[in-house]
């Protein structure tokens, strides 16, 4: 195992078939992905609140 | 306007996917908070509120009944003191609640205005209370939702009130951004012919979104551990 020079990877292994980077950690403090979840249901939100309105406006349009 | 039970429960059974994950506390946010400072709160508050969507739609719901900008501009102040009131004081003396709970009352707050727009007290021939002091009250549970929320991020011991007042006024700039386009969307609407149908249409949906939320959080809350 032999340090990388290489942008984004911190060792190489010896026999120049396996790098990887090691400084990436998943506890509580470190993990930062994104919740792609919440910002799809948000998006649902809103286009079910709008369709819902549209309807019943719809609704409520016609029967005047 | 007859409501139409089935009808109702229905939008309300195939609105409830639509829940899932919205609301809640992210790590995102935690990290944002872990280095961002005293900024990072004010950010969190308006995004809380700017995607709290059941503040909002108290809020449009309150709009609706006014008429006028200076009534408008009285109501959102005490809706305003009030949840600042419970925002700050409850998340500085640690008083906390279930989460659902809180959440399923103001669930209820956005099913009676929808309800009160649409003269559902007059219909059941009771006067409807005084509206200044509704919103005053509810105000106060709004933000000891708020604060449950903040409460459930870490945000340790240092600079404790300024964080909170930091996240205060995030939610306070959160409220002026979203107000703009309803204020706006439902004064120039007043003056078209629509605007009985999506009068009707709008304080509709409130009623039965309520309903939804309500029964969405007391679903969580049976269904977690507390």
């Not at chain 1, 990388?4 to 470190?30: C, D, I, R």
């Not at chain 2, 508050?45 to 309150?62: I, Q, S």
């Amino acid at each position: 195992m032999v340090n990388s020079n290489e942008e984004g990877l911190t060792h190489e292994s010896n026999w120049a078939t396996l790098t990887f980077e090691v400084t990436h950690k998943h506890s509580a403090e470190t993990h930062t992905h994104e919740n792609k979840e919440e910002g799809i249901s948000m998006y649902l939100f809103i286009l079910g609140s709008i369709l819902i309105i549209g309807i019943l406006f719809f609704i409520f349009n016609r029967k005047k | 306007m007859k409501f139409n039970l089935k009808r109702i429960v229905s939008i309300v059974i195939l609105f409830m996917p639509f829940f899932a994950f919205a609301h809640g506390v992210s790590s995102s946010d935690q990290a944002i908070l872990n280095n961002g400072g005293l900024w990072s709160y004010i950010y969190v508050g308006a995004k809380h509120m700017l995607t709290g969507y059941d503040h909002l739609l108290f809020l449009a719901g309150v709009v609706f009944f006014l008429k006028g900008f200076k009534d408008i501009i009285k109501f959102i102040t005490v809706f305003t003191i009030a949840h600042c009131i419970t925002l700050t004081g409850a998340t500085y003396l640690a008083i906390n609640a279930n989460e659902h709970l809180v959440d399923a009352i103001i669930a209820l707050s956005v099913f009676y205005k929808g309800f009160e727009n649409l003269g559902g007290f007059e219909k059941l021939k009771v006067k409807a209370p005084n509206l200044l002091l509704m919103v005053f009250l509810f105000g106060l549970i709004h933000g000891f939702g708020l604060s449950t929320r903040l409460q459930s991020f870490e945000i340790g011991s240092d600079y404790f009130l300024m964080k909170i007042l930091s996240f205060n006024l995030g939610v306070e700039i959160g409220q002026i951004l979203a107000l703009i386009p309803i204020v706006f969307l439902i004064t120039k609407w007043q003056k078209k012919e629509s605007y009985p149908a999506f009068y009707k249409a709008t304080n509709t949906y409130l009623i039965i979104i309520g309903i939804a939320l309500f029964v969405y959080q007391l679903y969580g809350y049976f269904n977690s551990h507390h």
